[in-house]
């Protein structure tokens, strides 16, 4: 009588099919159940919203067992507390230094210590903004260590704080990103579930390889992959030196952010103003691959596909990553010597994965028919590209020609070690693409201030001027005193494929960091209803006073949700809070949380104040 019902809830209690297809690819061989899915099912590549790691068996199942057995049950004088004074006892149970691990997901959006994220809509009825977070299936493209910081003697399998579980066996490379739709959330919504499906798939095509491979083309070091790590009690000491070493101190100069006096008509500052310095230099990138060839075959092909579907401003467009033929100004990095040999890495198929998914996403809107022909705007290169059929059968941003597009941040971070990037004592390589006026930033650990990556690309950006003066005939400003290019106050974008052929292309900001030891605290991605009216280290500011990364990204939206006043207060806001090695040490360089205090002050009873409100 019970049979049936004992086998139907096997079956309840087994994973979706999708989902085993999104978590079988990033699991070990040792671990990995063969999935009976069928072939369809088995196509579908979800993204991989957590993180693997190893924790004690005893810590998930101290005794699966509902009932002891008769063995369990020790009597009460072999189970008292172990003294060594008392010879010939013995204890109940000797824990050794290595106890059985195991491999366990955690789901990254729940760890609320090391990731946070926020989301509002504003005044809006909707929100346009999206975001994602997890790993992703790439090739690792950290550098790798120096001898003299690895240990020698640990074997390759031991004591690993992490396991390898990443493309071919590589520590996991983290992915967050942050979209700010506009005009609608169809073309947020596909950078948030296809983006990091073109990456890994560029990675496959330019073919490349790990920079930690004992073969790699890294021309820094000669040193071998470094897979050891070491126990849990060296680890915590090892952590314990490395945010000991960071000497906080206030750079000379720095002063407390005051708020404008009454009646003045001093310019708040915000990010991306004058006032705020630009974005650091990156540093060269590692050669990851030699397949220049093929490379090239693929650049020309899509910039061809791009001249023919809008033709003006990308009959000439120079992809910064690409190959000469290509129109980019090469793979190899013009600081280094003429004698090493041309390779390609993860920036190049950064900026390759970009301009491709914005073609299939404009090709998708070009061949679908408009409703309502009357409301709908016209593209600029009408008879370009609305002539054509659509190239690509997917069906990208509904049913419906869509016109509106998205910015887009994301962050790769990948580390040397399979310890996480969040331990103080463990070195990263931090990987940026940016386009629009979404925002990333870092903390110094040491001066407390903020580190902008990224740039807001606006028409008063000198480098976006320059390069959009010979296709768009002049800027317009709006009635807030915004420059604005057909319409759009962003020089790059996604979509908004009636402005691609005067220059708004989907062209990547790409930016690597190197990050030491506990040299930063933490890492923003936000949206501009965040960074629109605060300035970076405003925003930097309130994530110190934080306890975790999670309060800290809800106590940065609601602050920018109730200081927005104008035409900010109806924008939607964003913000993703990562935890990096620093993170413990957050408020004791330079000025601390105080620097900012009193314009945050300030801005509260601005918006509190409804007379106040009227002058904004």
């Keep these: 009588m019970w049979k049936p019902t004992r086998h139907l809830s096997r079956v309840a209690r087994r994973p979706p099919a999708a989902c085993i297809c999104a978590h079988a690819s990033s699991i070990p061989s040792a671990y990995r159940k063969p ?7 088995r196509q579908r590549r979800c993204f ?71 989301l509002s809509r504003g005044t809006r009825p909707y929100n346009e903004d999206a975001f ?78 790990s920079s930690l491979s004992p073969d790699s083309n890294e021309r820094h070091t000669n040193t071998p992959k470094v897979k050891g790590e070491v126990t849990s009690g060296e680890r915590v000491r090892r952590d314990k030196e490395s945010l000991d070493a960071i000497e906080t101190h206030t750079p000379p100069g720095t002063q407390p952010m005051k708020p404008p006096k009454p009646g003045s008509n001093d310019q708040l500052p915000t990010a991306g103003s004058k006032t705020i310095e630009g974005p650091i230099a990156g540093v060269p990138s590692v050669t990851q691959s030699d397949s220049v060839r093929k490379a090239e075959e693929l650049e020309q092909r899509l910039v061809q596909q791009w001249k023919e579907l809008v033709g003006g401003y990308f009959r000439r467009f120079k992809p910064e990553f690409f190959s000469p033929s290509a129109g980019g100004r090469g793979h190899r990095d013009p600081s280094i010597a003429d004698d090493v040999k041309e390779g390609i890495g993860i920036e190049t198929v950064l900026e390759y994965a970009f301009l491709k998914a914005d073609y299939d996403f404009v090709a998708a809107q070009v061949g679908k028919k408009e409703e309502d022909s009357v409301r709908a ?7 370009d ?31 040397p070690t399979p310890s996480p990037f969040w331990h103080p004592s463990s070195p990263s390589s931090l990987i940026t693409a940016h386009v629009g006026d979404t925002r990333i930033l870092l903390c110094n650990t040491a001066t ?8 807001n690309h606006h028409p008063s950006l000198p480098e976006e001027a320059t390069r959009l003066r010979r296709f768009a005939g002049s800027f317009v400003t709006d009635s807030f005193g915004e420059e604005r290019i057909s319409g759009l106050a962003n020089t ?61 990204a809800r106590d940065l939206v609601s602050f920018a ?38 314009m945050r002050e300030w801005r509260i009873q601005e918006a509190e104040n409804p007379r106040a409100m009227g002058r904004m």
Aim: charge should be neutral; hydrophobic fraction near 35%; aromatic fraction near 6%.
């Design 35 to 41: 999935p009976s899915i069928g072939p369809r099912a």
């Design 48 to 118: 991989h919203e957590y993180f693997i790691t190893h924790i004690p068996s005893t810590s998930l199942h101290p005794d699966s067992r509902s009932q002891p057995a008769l063995h369990h049950r020790l009597p009460r004088e072999a189970s008292t507390p172990y003294d060594a004074q008392r010879a010939g006892r013995s204890p109940a149970a000797v824990v050794g230094t290595s106890r059985e691990m195991t491999v366990v997901r955690i789901p990254l959006k729940s760890a609320k210590h090391h990731f946070g994220v926020s």
């Design 132 to 209: 994602q977070a997890g790993t992703i299936d790439l090739p690792a493209f950290a550098r790798r260590r120096p001898m003299s910081l690895s240990r020698k003697g640990q074997s390759a399998d031991s004591n690993e704080v992490t396991p390898n579980v990443g493309a071919k066996g590589d520590p996991q490379v983290f992915y967050f990103g942050v979209f700010d739709g506009h005009g609608g959330a169809e073309c947020s919504g596909f950078l948030r579930e296809q983006l990091h499906d073109y990456l890994e798939k560029a990675t496959l095509q330019f073919e490349l390889t």
């Design 377 to 383: 705007d016209k593209a600029l290169n009408e008879d």
């Design 385 to 415: 590209i609305l002539g054509h059929p659509s190239r690509t059968m997917k069906n990208i941003g509904g049913a419906n020609r869509f016109k509106g597009g998205s910015t887009c941040s994301i962050a790769l971070i990948s580390t």
């Design 448 to 455: 407390g201030l903020a580190v902008p990556l990224t740039s």
């Design 492 to 552: 790059r974008a996604f979509g908004d494929m009636a402005s691609k052929r005067v220059g708004v292309s989907a062209e990547p900001e790409i930016r690597r960091i190197e990050l030491s030891p506990a040299e930063y605290s933490f890492l923003i991605l936000c949206s501009d209803g965040v960074s629109g009216h605060l300035s970076d280290q405003e925003i930097v500011d309130i994530v110190k006073e934080a306890k975790t990364p999670e309060q800290a």
């Design 561 to 598: 949700v109730e200081t927005s006043t104008g035409n900010e207060g109806a924008d939607n806001a964003t913000s993703l809070v990562v935890r990096l090695g620093g993170w413990e040490r957050r408020a004791e360089g330079g000025l601390g949380s105080l620097g900012t205090k009193q």
